[in-house]
Antibody
Framework: QLQLQESGPGLVEPSETLSITCTVSGGSISIGTSYWVWIRQPPGMGLEWIGT???????YYNPSLKSRVTISVDTSKSQFSLNLSTVTAADTAVYFC???????????WGQGTLVTVSS | QSVLTQPPSVSAAPGQKVTISCSGS????????VCWYQQLPGTAPKLLIYENNKRPSGIPDRFSGSKSGTSATLGITGLQTGDEADYYCGSWDSSLSARLFGGGTKLTVL
């Protein structure tokens, strides 16, 4: 059973870069049938897709966040990472990492990590 | 305002049936698969329905999904208090090149 676990800073100052890592276990991050996704959920609000990456090839991002987002995959560590630059209070959210199938199904989710943007 | 539109809340009594709608357009629901997710308070979302109407192993057949045109529906029968949660639909939008979620529907089992 695939398991995903986020690790992040908890608190980030405004204008800084938010960095979170997701560790994948119970399966290979290089498996050709899975993509790797970041999703966030502001407190009390709904889900927002941030971006998707494959173990090889270019990631693709939510157009509304594209200028600030970078997703990368490190197959040697079985991890994928999210960097979100120039954060503001509006970026305060629980950030989830997840796996995505080719049919567009988000089938496994991490437990989520709360990141607060505040000075 | 989400591109995929869900009712903010629905409610029903234990043992009853409820449906949750998800309305989209030709570029998302109309031409791509729909998934449904259940989010219990304080937890990560969980996959309930994928590819419009398929249930992952371990999901009881009380949960069902359907799609017609640019709308999708989640049905839950034999409601239990443990079904109280937020439910989200999701689909890919080919025009926006973005993965979308509905705004979420809070289910209350009275």
């Amino acid at each position: 059973q695939l398991q995903l676990q986020e690790s992040g800073p908890g608190l980030v100052e405004p204008s800084e870069t938010l960095s979170i890592t997701c560790t994948v276990s119970g399966g290979s991050i290089s498996i050709g049938t899975s993509y790797w996704v970041w999703i966030r959920q502001p407190p009390g609000m709904g889900l927002e897709w941030i971006g998707t990456s494959y173990y090889s090839g270019d990631p693709y991002y939510n157009p509304s966040l594209k200028s600030r987002v970078t997703i990368s995959v490190d197959t040697s560590k079985s991890q994928f990472s999210l960097n979100l630059s120039t954060v503001t209070a509006a970026d305060t959210a629980v950030y989830f990492c997840a796996s995505l199938t080719a049919s567009g199904t988000i089938d496994h989710w991490g437990q989520g990590t709360l990141v607060t943007v505040s000075s | 305002q989400s591109v995929l539109t869900q009712p903010p809340s629905v409610s029903a009594a234990p043992g009853q049936k409820v449906t949750i709608s998800c309305s989209g357009s030709s570029s998302n629901i109309g031409s791509n698969y729909v998934c449904w997710y259940q989010q219990l308070p304080g937890t990560a979302p969980k996959l309930l329905i994928y590819e419009n109407n398929k249930r992952p192993s371990g999901i009881p057949d009380r949960f069902s999904g359907s799609k017609s045109g640019t709308s999708a529906t989640l049905g839950i029968t034999g409601l239990q208090t443990g079904d109280e949660a937020d439910y989200y639909c999701g689909s890919w939008d080919s025009s926006l090149s973005a993965r979308l979620f509905g705004g979420g529907t809070k289910l209350t089992v009275l």
